[in-house]
C-alpha cells in the first residue's frame, strides 16, 4: 500500500472515477499494525479499488474533515466524495473488513 505524502496528493487520488481505498493510520498505533497483518491478501481480492495509507497525525485537518474519529479507519472515495467509511472500532479483523467491503 502506497503512502499519501501531501494533501495534493490525497485530493488527486480521491478524485479519481475509480474507488479509492484510504487507510488512516499511525505509526503508534497497535491496530494499525495488526491490520498491516492481514489486508495484504484483502487487497489483492479487492483488486477493484486503488489502496493507499495516510498518516492521521501528519493530516490532522483531513482526519477531522473526513470524520476519522479512531484508526485504523477505511474510507472509500469516488470523484472526490466519501462513499463509505469503515470505523477503527469495525476494523479489527480480516472478516469485519471483508464484511465492509461486500456490503459497498
Not at 500500500?1 to 494533501?7: D, R
Not at 485530493?11 to 503508534?28: D, H, T
Request: hydrophobic share 40%; net charge negative; with cysteine.
Amino acid at each position: 500500500m502506497e503512502f499519501v505524502k501531501s494533501e495534493e496528493q490525497f485530493q488527486q487520488l480521491i478524485s479519481q472515477e475509480k474507488p479509492v481505498i484510504m487507510k488512516f493510520s499511525a505509526g503508534w498505533c497497535p491496530d494499525c499494525r495488526r491490520m498491516d497483518m492481514f489486508i495484504d491478501d484483502i487487497i489483492a481480492e479487492y483488486s477493484q479499488y486503488d489502496w493507499y495509507e495516510i498518516n492521521r497525525d501528519e493530516f490532522p485537518e483531513l482526519a477531522e474533515k473526513y470524520e476519522v474519529m479512531g484508526i485504523p479507519s477505511l474510507l472509500i472515495y469516488k470523484n472526490g466524495e466519501k462513499t463509505a467509511h469503515l470505523h477503527s472500532a469495525h476494523a479489527k479483523s480480516p472478516e469485519q473488513v471483508i464484511q465492509f467491503l461486500q456490503s459497498v
